[in-house]
């Protein structure tokens, strides 16, 4: 089977496909549907953004969690190394 061959089987499936569905027809008016897609599409953002808060939320908490069992503030860490000090 050569490209000219393979052109024309897969022109012919399409042409069966779009004839076979020629007596389909759609009941629902187009803007209902827009409407329908515009609503589910703000569903999922407003779903993706509240997951982004409560992960923000949870890394804020962990981070002062763990900030604050570190050394208190009152007193600065100091190095003292041999060569030189870092206070």
Known sequence: MNDSDTVDVVRDSLTTAKDSLAGVH???PLDA?????RARR???RLTGLTGALA???GMAL???ALASSGH???HPLTARL??????
């Open 42 to 44: 703000r569903r999922h």
């Open 62 to 64: 962990a981070v002062t």
């Open 55 to 57: 992960v923000t939320a």
């Open 82 to 87: 041999a060569a030189w000090t870092v206070a």
């Open 26 to 28: 759609v009941n629902t």
């Open 33 to 37: 549907i827009v409407r329908n897609g």
């Open 72 to 74: 208190p503030a009152s």
